[in-house]
């Protein structure tokens, strides 16, 4: 199981603030969850855009796409996949990202 996240929005008044309180509630869902960062190089350098992808390898090697995600500014990526769609006798769970080159900028 999986817990999908709530929120808690806050309204400030003209005066400022110098405490807030607030009860969330998140949900349970019968989901997997992947998150992480693609980065790049020996440096670690986080990949915004990059298109992360999950596959379920199946019989005969072949590999079923589950879903998808875009990676933001930071790298970071999160996808949500329902266990309800992972055929039976999955071998593995696979994740690849890809991603364009930059512009060189010459041109």
């Known amino acids: 199981m999986a817990w999908v ?3 808690v929005e806050f ?3 003209s005066e400022q ?8 509630q998140i949900t349970k ?3 997997i969850v992947f998150h992480g960062v693609v980065t790049e190089g ?5 990949v915004s855009g990059a298109l992360v992808k999950v596959f379920a390898r199946i019989s ?4 079923l796409p589950l879903g ?3 990676s933001g ?3 970071h990526y999160l996808l949500y996949i329902d266990k309800e769609i992972i055929p039976d006798g999955t071998t593995a769970i696979i994740v690849r990202a890809s991603a364009s080159n930059p512009p060189s900028g010459n041109g």
Do not use: A, L
Not at 60 to 63: H, L, T, V
């Open 5 to 7: 996240p709530g929120f």
């Open 11 to 13: 309204e400030t008044s």
């Open 17 to 24: 603030q110098d405490y807030f309180e607030g009860n969330i």
């Open 29 to 31: 869902v019968n989901e």
């Open 42 to 46: 020996d440096e670690k350098k986080p």
């Open 60 to 63: 005969d090697n072949q590999e």
């Open 68 to 70: 998808h995600s875009i």
């Open 73 to 75: 500014c930071d790298g």
